[in-house]
Each structure stands twice: as structure tokens, then as C-alpha cells.
């Protein structure tokens, strides 16, 4: 049964018992969230401070933006949708597919960005291949884009549909106006200090509801021996070899699964290239502040599981109605009912929290969908703006016409993700869409980026040619795996899809690069690591900074407390 069928008919045992409180504490979110975009309106006086804040911002406050912008239906529906149907598992997702990859984009690939002064991602591909790869990277960036918006906007929505009763519809378009009305207003530096207010209010909101949860389970001790007598058993409580995450029976292709499909090909994929991300960086006034941002945001991702895959796992043994789904589709995997793993959170909301508490909640969501939303249209619009549309259809215009034109990308991404949104239904747990969509975008680039940046002899060519060949690698993977010809529980069909892309895309740029011109190497400066002196890839006040401030010591100490997680966890 499709999600969208499915919340109409759950919505009325769905429906949280809301009190005037409860509003009052969501509306007045809302007044923050847009005097935020009013303040930050008064800032734009050019493209550039529309698109990427002037450069102007602290690494605090960009680090934050940077973790904030992922916590969206990504984290949130999504992870704790998986910690309901997997349980320890979905802790890969960022102990191994989150955080390595953020401290090797701080330490090694944000100098070049930086140092560029690039303004997206797409127009280093340009400088680095030529035009061919960077339309090919442009226009997936922005399909992706509205896809992934559209995620976050269908749970936004759904989140209004269940606490005011609108149809879902109605919701989906309250929900897209709010987030227009302040992206549209104050560009990117209203979604990043949005972000940073949307930080605090998502932790208030699920850090009581794990404690409260936790109590009501019976402590952790309670909470464990419930899970180990729930269908999937002790397993749920063990994060190694992950079997039910990845869809392998043997140990060994598991964990070769989870590292190379998730911990490398998808999760430097997406945290290296992914402009949403790199964007936020960008925007800092140093390359010693860039290259902190992601490494500042790897000290709150390591944490984030905790208060997201433990609440879904609460539900799942705690909650009448999630319990008896679970049951089900263990039984019969294709069972199709009213409730599904992606309502986890909402359902333990609805049972365990007070009012009041439960208004807190309700904006915590609220702010984690509209941050991941609003963290895709401003990346969007800069992409279209600068790399579709001044690039390709209108060159040579005054910086007015640009940052007219971003303003109305926004109007049109959205609108775009309206209809995109109710794609998101379709799937009883968000997560396999997601992990889709990262297999067909973000692996192939993540394999041409890194071949490109340490290999000067690849060619424009192979630029391109790599990254067409490993997307439709990925998206034959998927066509096989939905037309039964062979199958994997889980998600692991996303992880064959991605490992798939990334060989292809390997192989055919060296193949090709064997038959083609490479550019030559003082065209190279800046964007490959053997042809860029190590002034240009450095800040000259760094070694000045106090040790707090030193990115390469902070991804040390990131790197060992991971390790540590992985350890204790595992």
C-alpha cells in the first residue's frame, strides 16, 4: 500500500492529542523562524550574499548549518524508521557513513574548494572537466535536489495533516509557502542561522523524548530486554556484521557491504560533493574556517543517533501499534497495513509525551523537515542560477539579474517539490528512497571527484563519459533489483547500485582518458592535488590559531571518539 494511501487511513488513530499550549509553542517558532528571514534579508545586496551569505560567517555557526541541513528526513523519519526495522545496524549511517567522510572533506578536499573560490560544487567540475561534465553534474544536482526536498516536504506535510487534520495536500503547500517565504527573503544566510536555531529546537524536542521513552521501557536495561524479545531479537542490539541492514546472509559480504558500499562509495559520495553540504563551508570567511566546518559537525552527528535510532527502537517495542506491525511484516514481509516503520517517532510521540513536552516535539520536527528542505532549495537555486543559467542561457548580465533569478529558482524548486513530495509515499520507509537517490547522483560524482583531483592525466572527456556510464550503471542495478532478478532485503540493493557506479565510473575514465587529451597542467592549479603548491591549499594564520581552532587536530580527536563509538557499540 503506498504511504500516501496509508496516512489518510491511519490519520484519525494517528491524530496527537494537541493542546492550545502545544500551538502556542509551534507558532511561536514560527515568528522566529521568519524574523530570521527578514533580518537576513536586510544583508542582500548581491548575488553572492544571497547564494553564499558574502563569505562572511563563523565556523560555529556554519558547523552547526552544516549538521543542521542533514537533519532532515534524512535523520529524523528516516533513521529512527530504521532503527524501529533494524535497530544498532542504522548507527552505520553515521559512525561509518557520516562521520569519516566530514573529517576527510574538512582535512583534504575543502582547501581546494576554498582556495578556488569556486561557487558550487558543479563549477569546480567545469574548471577541473569542461563544460560536458559539468552540465552532466549540474542537471543531476538539481533533479536530486527537488526530489530530495520533495522528502522532507511530503513528512512537513504530513506532520500538519496529523496534528491540524488538513488533507495531506493542503498541508504539503502550507508547509512549502513557509519555507519559500524566508528562503526567497534572506538567501542562504536565512537558512543557515535558521539552521543553527533549527539545531537547538530538534535536540530540545528528542533528547526528552529518548529519556522519557527510556523510562517508560524501564530503563536501558528494560528497554534491551524488550528489544531482545521483539522479532529480529538480540541482533537489533549488536551494530556488527548488520545483516539485516545490508541484506546479506554471509557475515563477510556484510561488512564488505556496509564499509565499501555505505562507509566509502555513499557516504564520501555524499558528504565530499554533496553542494547542500559544501555549501555551508563556503559561506565561512577563511580557508581554516572552512575546512572546521564539517569537522565541527562531526562532534553533534556522532551523538545524533542516540537521540534519533533509540526513539524509533523504543516505539517499536513500546507502541501497540508499532509492535503489531513489526510483527506483521516479520511474518510476511509483504504485508501492506495502515501504519508503517516511517511513523515510529510520531506514534511514541503521540503515546509517551505530555503536553506542552509534546508542542516541543512537534516544532522539533517541524524544524528538522524545514531545515533539510530549505538546505535543498538554496542549494538548488545557486546551482541553477550559476551554473544552468549563466553558464548556458543568459550570460554577461549585471549581478541584479542573477540574484533576481535565484529568487525565482527558489519559487520554482519548490513548487517543483510539491510535486515531487508525494514520489516520497511510495515507500514504507523513507530511507530505501533516499539511499536510492544517492546511489544514482552522489556515487559516480564521488568517483570522478576523487580519480580527478589526484590523477592530472584524466581528461574532460573521461570527465563526463565516467560519471554518465556509472550513473546508469546505478540505475541498471535498481531496474534488476525491481524486476526481480535478484533481490536483497534492506537496503543493500542500494549499496550493490553504488559500488556498481563507482567501478564503472573508475573504469571507463581510465579507459577513456587512454584515448583522449588530458588538459594541460597549468590549467590544473588549484584543482588537482599534485599541481597546487601547499600555500594555496592552506590558511597563513592557521599555524597562529590556538589548538581548538586547528582542523587537523580536530579531526584527530573526531576520528578517535568515532573509533571509540564504533568500539563500545559494535
Known amino acids: 500500500m503506498p504511504l500516501a494511501q496509508a496516512r489518510v487511513e491511519a490519520a484519525s488513530t494517528l491524530r496527537l492529542d494537541a493542546e492550545p499550549v502545544d500551538f502556542a509553542l509551534v507558532a511561536l517558532y514560527f515568528v522566529f523562524v521568519m524574523g530570521i528571514g527578514i533580518m537576513a534579508r536586510q544583508r542582500v545586496s548581491s548575488s553572492i550574499d544571497f547564494f553564499l551569505s558574502g563569505r562572511s560567517l563563523p565556523a560555529w555557526v556554519t558547523g552547526l548549518a552544516f549538521i543542521s541541513a542533514n537533519l532532515g528526513a534524512v535523520e529524523i523519519m528516516g533513521m529512527s524508521a530504521n532503527g524501529a526495522e533494524y535497530g544498532f545496524p542504522t548507527f552505520h549511517y553515521f559512525w561509518i557513513g557520516a562521520v569519516p567522510a566530514m573529517l576527510f572533506l574538512g582535512v583534504v578536499m575543502m582547501p581546494f574548494y576554498y582556495g578556488s573560490k569556486v561557487r558550487s560544487v558543479p563549477e569546480f567540475m567545469r574548471r577541473r572537466f569542461g563544460t560536458g561534465a559539468h552540465l552532466v553534474n549540474a542537471l543531476s544536482f538539481a533533479v536530486a535536489q527537488v526530489l530530495i526536498a520533495g522528502v522532507n516536504l511530503y513528512l512537513l506535510g504530513s506532520i500538519l495533516n496529523v496534528l491540524l487534520g488538513w488533507p495531506l495536500w493542503v498541508s504539503v503547500i502550507v508547509a512549502a509557502v513557509i519555507v519559500l517565504s524566508y528562503i526567497t527573503l534572506g538567501g542562504l544566510s536565512a537558512a543557515i542561522y535558521n539552521e543553527v536555531l533549527q539545531f537547538f529546537v530538534i535536540v530540545a524536542a ?222 514504507s520507509n523513507i530511507m530505501d528512497y533516499l539511499q536510492t537517490l544517492f546511489s544514482f547522483f552522489n556515487a559516480p560524482l564521488f568517483a570522478t571527484f576523487i580519480l580527478g583531483m589526484f590523477w592530472k592525466r584524466m581528461t574532460p572527456t573521461a570527465g563526463w563519459m565516467g560519471l554518465v556510464c556509472g550513473t546508469a550503471s546505478a540505475i541498471f542495478v535498481f531496474i534488476l533489483h525491481e524486476t526481480e532478478v535478484f533481490q536483497l532485503s534492506g537496503q543493500g540493493a542500494s549499496f550493490v547500485a553504488a559500488g556498481a557506479a563507482f567501478v564503472v565510473d573508475i573504469v571507463v575514465s581510465v579507459a577513456v582518458t587512454q584515448v583522449t587529451q588530458p588538459k594541460p597542467a597549468a590549467e590544473l592549479v588549484g584543482l588537482v592535488y599534485s599541481e597546487t603548491p601547499k600555500e594555496m591549499r592552506t590558511d597563513p594564520e592557521e599555524a597562529t590559531l590556538p589548538w581548538y581552532q586547528r582542523p587537523v587536530l580536530l579531526a584527530g580527536i573526531a576520528l578517535v571518539m568515532v573509533i571509540a563509538l564504533n568500539i563500545v557499540f559494535g
Open 206 to 427: 528528542l533528547l526528552p523524548l529518548t529519556l522519557v521513552g527510556l523510562h517508560k521501557a524501564g530503563g536501558w536495561d528494560g528497554f534491551r530486554d524488550k528489544v531482545t524479545a521483539s522479532p529480529g531479537g538480540a541482533e537489533q542490539l549488536e551494530s556488527w556484521p548488520g545483516n539485516a541492514l545490508s541484506g546479506f546472509t554471509n557475515n563477510f559480504a556484510s561488512v564488505l557491504g556496509i564499509v565499501f558500499g555505505l562507509g566509502f562509495v555513499l557516504s564520501f559520495g555524499y558528504w565530499t560533493t554533496n553542494f547542500v553540504e559544501v555549501q555551508r563551508a563556503l559561506a565561512t570567511h577563511s580557508i581554516s574556517a572552512a575546512r572546521r566546518t564539517p569537522i565541527i559537525g562531526a562532534y553533534p552527528k556522532m551523538f545524533i543517533p542516540l537521540i534519533v535510532v533509540i526513539p524509533g527502537m523504543i516505539s517499536a517495542v513500546l507502541v501497540p501499534e508499532m509492535i503489531e506491525y513489526k510483527q506483521a511484516v516479520t511474518a510476511d514481509p509483504d504485508y501492506s497495513g495502515d501504519t508503517t516503520y516511517n511513523q515510529a517517532l510520531l506514534y511514541l510521540m503521540k503515546d509517551v509525551l505530555p503536553n506542552g513536552l509534546l508542542g516541543v516535539g512537534l516544532a522539533g520536527l517541524l524544524a528538522a523537515f524545514m531545515a533539510g528542505m530549505a538546505a535543498n532549495i538554496s542549494a538548488f537555486n545557486t546551482v541553477f542560477s550559476y551554473d544552468l543559467w549563466q553558464q548556458y542561457a543568459v550570460k554577461d548580465r549585471g549581478d541584479g539579474y542573477y540574484l533576481k533569478i535565484g529568487r525565482l529558482a527558489t519559487v520554482g524548486a519548490t513548487v517543483g517539490a510539491i510535486f515531487t513530495a508525494f514520489i516520497a509515499g511510495n515507500f
